[in-house]
């Protein structure tokens, strides 16, 4: 069995019962389209959804494992001398759902700073993550998180949660909270915003912490895998 984080191998134990000398941790990568992109190539982009900089950027969803419903929620909790010029983009979000949240951002008051869009075009994802000077990705439950490694690529500071696989991945290079706790969320959110040297200095951390994560690694590692597969199913043996 091969899974991308330590914390799906313990769930494959102790929910199947599979051998953990079975299972092999293979880490993913950052997106090969994702890269840091100046604030000239953002600017269409960013133009597109109705933005202007600064803005911190959430992958949204109607399913409540994404946790758009907080997000917003603590994005209200901000005081409006904190969020000043600052604007929430949340994109990925379905027609029905959309007008969900659009309703809650009426009703907590956050209408004029919140930009809510729907499934954002897979070539916009590296001016958004470039563009954006926070990613806010509480999510309840992630096998790996990709966009984790995906804002580090981009020069992006990350605030996570600290459930599943998200400090695996995330450790010490991103702003981690409880995120069940709209408060908390709303405390990591303006820590971020207010204080460029601390978002700067999780950007660094980011960067250097990216050299785990590579594909030819993560494919390297796969392969072996088959090779020590077909050596035990004797493969090799009957090839030969």
């Keep these: 069995i091969i899974c991308p984080s330590t914390y799906t191998r313990d769930r ?7 051998d953990p000398d079975r299972i ?33 950027l959430h992958f949204g969803a109607a399913g409540p494992r994404k946790n758009t419903r907080r997000v917003l929620e603590a994005w209200a ?6 969020r000043g ?8 979000l379905d027609d029905e759902f959309r007008k969900q949240m659009a ?39 992630e096998g790996f998180g990709l966009p984790i490694l995906d804002a580090w690529a981009a020069g992006t500071a990350v605030l996570t949660s600290n459930r599943t696989s998200l400090p695996e991945v995330a450790h010490d290079a991103a702003h981690i909270t409880d995120p069940t706790d709209p408060a908390a969320i709303a405390l990591g959110i303006e820590k971020l915003i207010s204080d460029p040297t601390y978002r700067s ?19 390297e590692r796969f392969a072996r895998v088959l090779e ?11 090839a030969a």
């Design 12 to 18: 494959l134990v102790s929910e199947f019962g599979a």
């Design 85 to 92: 010029n600052w604007k929430l983009l949340v994109v990925g």
């Design 77 to 82: 909790l901000l005081k409006r001398s904190a």
């Design 201 to 219: 200095e999780l950007i660094e951390r980011g960067r250097k912490r990216l050299g785990r994560y590579s594909w030819p690694q993560t494919a």
């Design 228 to 238: 020590q597969a077909a050596d035990l199913t004797g493969i090799k043996r009957l």
């Design 24 to 56: 092999t941790v293979n880490p993913w990568a950052p997106d090969s389209s994702i890269g840091q992109l100046s604030p000239q190539q953002c600017e269409p982009v960013i133009h597109k959804y109705s933005l202007a900089r600064p803005f911190v």
């Design 103 to 141: 309703q809650t951002a009426q009703h907590l008051g956050v209408t004029d700073s919140v930009v809510l869009h729907g499934f954002a075009d897979e070539a916009d994802l590296p001016a958004l993550l470039s563009g954006a000077d926070v990613l806010a990705y509480p999510s309840l439950s």
